[in-house]
T-cell receptor, first 111, second 114 residues
Framework: DAGVIQSPRHEVTEMGQEVTLRCKPISGHNSLFWYRQTMMRGLELLIY????????DSGMPEDRFSAKMPNASFSTLKIQPSEPRDSAVYFCASSLVNEQFFGPGTRLTVL | SQQGEEDPQALSIQEGENATMNCSYK?????LQWYRQNSGRGLVHLIL?????REKHSGRLRVTLDTSKKSSSLLITASRAADTASYFCATPLTGSGNTGKLIFGQGTTLQVKP
């Protein structure tokens, strides 16, 4: 298995632009998580899905952030419009029971 | 509030020495997990200890759990330079509707000097 796949690995954009991050979970996993990691705030859970249904989005910072999971093998996290304070590493993780498997992350820089 | 808190925040040791990291949590749990994060990478699961276990081993890793004190420790024996990483403890969010959500601590940054 290729593990959790995220794209792009790096994204540099200008303030005000739309950013879309993509994630392919491990086949057969039924939960998917989006995290954001910064030096200042550490690892934060943004939103998670179970069986493609959003369960808890209380970590989504504001309405500029949205996430979808149209099917069991794909999820997106969108930021529109992006702001410099959104600069961070965004991780996607998937799980079946207890252990979470993390993707390599997308390093987002908003200028 | 944060469920897991690691201590110390940073640790620097020489290769060959043992490294001990501690984690405290606040509510009852059914398991506790430890993860490692190498610089620039995603977190990797190391070990899971269940609430009815007191100690668990995996290679050079030894994890203990004291549910009465709501604390856990991760011991890495005979450390190597490759063990340099950040280590996080994580506990599941208990209660109805939980579907695998983990609460991560702030992590301990370990540096092993060759």
């Amino acid at each position: 298995d290729a593990g959790v796949i995220q794209s792009p690995r790096h994204e540099v954009t200008e303030m005000g632009q739309e950013v879309t991050l993509r994630c392919k979970p491990i086949s057969g996993h039924n939960s998917l998580f989006w995290y954001r990691q910064t030096m200042m705030r550490g690892l934060e859970l943004l939103i998670y899905f179970n069986n493609n249904v959003p369960i808890d989005d209380s970590g989504m910072p504001e309405d500029r952030f949205s996430a979808k999971m149209p099917n069991a093998s794909f999820s997106t996290l969108k930021i529109q419009p992006s702001e410099p304070r959104d600069s961070a590493v965004y991780f996607c993780a998937s799980s079946l029971v207890n252990e979470q498997f993390f993707g390599p992350g997308t390093r987002l820089t908003v200028l | 509030s944060q469920q897991g808190e690691e201590d110390p925040q940073a640790l620097s040791i020489q290769e060959g020495e043992n490294a001990t990291m501690n984690c405290s949590y606040k509510t009852s749990i059914n398991n506790l997990q430890w993860y490692r994060q190498n610089s620039g990478r995603g977190l990797v699961h190391l070990i899971l200890i269940r609430s009815n276990e007191r100690e668990k081993h995996s290679g050079r890793l030894r994890v203990t759990l004291d549910t009465s004190k709501k604390s856990s420790s991760l011991l890495i024996t005979a450390s190597r330079a490759a063990d340099t990483a950040s280590y996080f403890c994580a506990t599941p969010l208990t209660g109805s509707g939980n579907t695998g959500k983990l609460i991560f601590g702030q992590g301990t940054t370990l540096q092993v000097k060759p």
